[in-house]
């Protein structure tokens, strides 16, 4: 009896040591956004560091929408009323003055030149961008199709996705152009990987209780249920810090747009997917699920090689460790830490080639993560099934 209350008390303790990692590790990931926003933000240093909105936010927020024939004559009309002011002499320059959005005279020109040159000539010109990869395109294809057919192809692939695109909003997007290159939550999610499967098997070798599983037919069960367990864990904790980076981040430059195209975001510019910020986002998740999906199952093996769980811990930090830092010498489409920076797979066009035909890294990256782990998921059923037990009965014989 006291040996059970001894390890239910354990039980409890150790619930509770990872209910308070997780809310540590969330606020840690709340603070790193607003360093993020601070070293990395365009508008944020402003937010964060003086406690106020940028002065050019009353600006944007007057023109940005739909991007019309109107409201660019709006803008350009009212540049062309700022440069007269200031031709005039009437307005002293450190003064400020209600009429203008930020106050100052020189800081709305200097506000409506970055609006006007800066952001809305790359969504009113997107489209001649694609007309000019076309071209660029078809010159490539025309070069290549019979000294190397295989770049033919990638140039046919890069023509095609670039049909029917257009960006019909104004807008900033900030906040989705941090959270597709934000790699920090991956990290932590890591972290609560290894306190929480470095011991899947660890303390059951321990015990003895690996024995008592296997000699009542049960190891096959047991392992399906601890594989589906490390799964859920990871798409909950994935979704869970995918809503928490959105609203951190959102915070800070808001939301909007989300329905927009991908490549409304200038670092997106020549992205081989013609899909919705939404739906980027969608797959950034699905990306991150694969690659610590696989992480979770290096976690697990290693956890089948010893008896000690502290042990099992320092193993797994080390392992992954020593992953992370191999991870710029192994090819892209092989290294499924690549999944977790999405910006690297759809940002711009990347092939492999595959018997002469050029797949997308987007899609390439993914099967092989895919493969790996259930190579992974093999072999640790092959270390736990019964059948080993067996050999190894028959071998002392």
Same mark, same amino acid.
């Given at each position: 009896?006291?040996?059970? $209350?001894?390890?239910?008390?354990? #039980?409890?303790? $150790?619930?509770?040591?990872?209910?308070?990692?997780?809310?540590?590790?969330?606020?840690?990931?709340? *603070?790193?956004?607003?360093?993020?926003?601070?070293?990395?933000?365009?508008?944020?240093?402003?937010?964060?560091?003086?406690?106020?909105?940028?002065?050019?936010?009353?600006?944007?927020?007057?023109?940005?929408?739909?991007?019309?024939?109107?409201?660019?004559?709006?803008?350009?009309?009212?540049?062309?009323?700022? =440069?007269?002011?200031?031709?005039?002499?009437?307005?002293?320059?450190?003064?400020?003055?209600?009429?203008?959005?930020?106050?100052?005279?020189?800081?709305?020109?200097?506000?409506?030149?970055?609006?006007?040159?800066?952001?809305?000539?790359?969504?009113?010109?997107?489209?001649?961008?694609?007309?000019?990869?076309? #071209?660029?395109?078809?010159? *490539?294809?025309?070069?290549?199709?019979?000294?190397?057919?295989?770049?033919?192809?990638?140039?046919?692939?890069?023509?095609?996705?670039? *049909?029917?695109?257009?960006?019909?909003?104004?807008?900033?997007?900030?906040?989705?152009?941090?959270?597709?290159?934000?790699?920090?939550?991956?990290?932590? !999610?890591?972290?609560?990987?290894?306190?929480?499967?470095?011991?899947?098997?660890?303390?059951?070798?321990?015990?003895?209780?690996?024995?008592?599983?296997?000699?009542?037919?049960?190891?096959?069960?047991?392992? !399906?249920?601890?594989?589906?367990?490390?799964?859920?864990?990871?798409?909950?904790?994935?979704?869970?810090?995918?809503?928490?980076?959105?609203?951190?981040?959102?915070?800070?430059?808001?939301?909007?747009?989300?329905?927009?195209?991908?490549?409304?975001?200038?670092?997106?510019?020549?992205?081989?997917?013609?899909?919705?910020?939404?739906?980027?986002?969608?797959?950034?998740?699905?990306?991150?699920?694969?690659?610590?999906?696989?992480?979770? =199952?290096?976690?697990?093996?290693?956890?089948?090689?010893?008896?000690?769980?502290?042990?099992?811990?320092?193993?797994?930090?080390?392992?992954?460790?020593?992953?992370?830092?191999?991870?710029?010498?192994?090819?892209?489409?092989?290294?499924?830490?690549?999944?977790?920076?999405?910006?690297?797979?759809?940002?711009? $066009?990347? $092939?492999?080639?595959?018997?002469?035909?050029?797949?997308?890294?987007?899609?390439?990256?993914?099967?092989?993560?895919?493969?790996?782990?259930?190579?992974?998921?093999?072999?640790?059923?092959?270390?736990?099934?019964?059948?080993?037990?067996?050999?190894?009965?028959?071998?002392?014989?």
């Amino acid at each position: 009896m006291l040996k059970l $209350f001894g390890y239910e008390f354990k #039980k409890n303790i $150790f619930k509770i040591s990872l209910l308070v990692l997780l809310l540590s590790l969330c606020l840690v990931n709340l *603070y790193k956004h607003m360093e993020t926003v601070r070293y990395y933000g365009t508008s944020g240093y402003t937010i964060t560091m003086m406690g106020e909105r940028p002065l050019g936010e009353n600006m944007y927020n007057h023109f940005k929408g739909e991007l019309t024939s109107e409201k660019i004559n709006d803008m350009i009309a009212y540049q062309n009323k700022i =440069e007269e002011l200031i031709a005039s002499g009437k307005y002293v320059q450190t003064e400020t003055y209600d009429e203008f959005f930020s106050g100052y005279l020189y800081g709305d020109r200097n506000y409506i030149r970055m609006i006007i040159d800066e952001e809305v000539k790359y969504a009113y010109l997107y489209p001649n961008t694609m007309i000019e990869l076309r #071209k660029k395109s078809d010159e *490539y294809i025309e070069f290549y199709k019979d000294i190397n057919p295989y770049e033919a192809k990638k140039g046919e692939l890069i023509k095609n996705a670039s *049909y029917n695109r257009s960006i019909p909003v104004y807008g900033r997007y900030d906040a989705f152009s941090l959270f597709l290159d934000y790699e920090f939550s991956a990290f932590i !999610i890591v972290i609560l990987l290894i306190f929480v499967f470095s011991s899947t098997y660890s303390n059951e070798k321990a015990t003895g209780t690996d024995r008592i599983i296997k000699s009542c037919g049960r190891a096959g069960s047991t392992f !399906i249920a601890k594989q589906l367990t490390m799964l859920c864990f990871v798409v909950a904790t994935v979704i869970l810090f995918a809503i928490i980076d959105l609203i951190g981040l959102g915070f800070y430059y808001g939301l909007e747009f989300i329905e927009q195209p991908l490549y409304a975001i200038q670092d997106y510019q020549f992205t081989p997917l013609n899909i919705s910020i939404g739906t980027a986002v969608i797959l950034s998740c699905l990306f991150k699920i694969f690659a610590l999906a696989f992480i979770g =199952e290096v976690i697990i093996l290693i956890s089948t090689l010893t008896k000690n769980t502290g042990a099992a811990i320092v193993l797994c930090f080390g392992v992954i460790g020593a992953m992370i830092f191999a991870s710029p010498y192994i090819p892209e489409h092989l290294n499924p830490f690549t999944l977790i920076s999405t910006k690297k797979l759809i940002s711009d $066009f990347e $092939f492999v080639n595959v018997l002469g035909n050029p797949v997308p890294l987007y899609i390439a990256a993914p099967i092989i993560a895919l493969l790996l782990t259930v190579i992974l998921a093999a072999v640790c059923y092959i270390r736990t099934s019964p059948a080993k037990r067996k050999a190894k009965e028959v071998k002392a014989v």
